[in-house]
């Protein structure tokens, strides 16, 4: 199984950017799709972004289409979310995770390997 580290997270004024990254080691990274879910206080966890093994499809949430993106080096063994234009609706734990998907997927059930979560807060 992979195991994944989360980073990047912190505060920053509305209209601002963040980059996110997820670090994996264990199992061989490139058998996994990934994706990146939030989670709000009293929020249930929702789906931001997913990617697919070797990079080449993508697929957002509509709340964060053209303003979020996602991308792999799987050289590196890490996952990126650059996020641009944040709102203080963005504010979240944000967490990455892993999936023996073919393509990508929006739903966390599909998702079997959990980051611990990083922090965004954006104010206004």
């Known amino acids: 199984q992979v195991q994944l580290v989360e980073s990047g997270g912190g505060s920053v004024q509305a209209g601002g950017s963040l980059r996110l990254s997820c670090a994996a080691s264990?199992?061989?990274?490139?058998?996994?799709?990934m994706g990146w879910f939030r989670q709000a206080p009293g929020k249930e966890r929702e789906f931001v972004a997913a990617i697919s093994r070797s990079g080449t499809s993508r697929y957002y949430a509509e709340s964060v289409k053209g303003r979020f993106t996602i991308s792999r080096d799987n050289a590196k063994n890490t996952i990126y979310l650059q996020m641009n234009s944040l709102k203080p609706e963005d504010t979240a734990v944000y967490y990455c995770?892993?999936?023996?998907?073919?393509?990508?997927?929006?739903?966390?059930?599909?998702?079997?390997?959990w980051g611990q979560g990083t922090q965004v807060t954006v104010s206004s």
């Open positions: 264990g199992r061989i990274f490139s058998w996994y799709a």
């Open positions: 995770a892993a999936g023996p998907v073919t393509g990508t997927t929006h739903e966390l059930k599909q998702y079997d390997t």
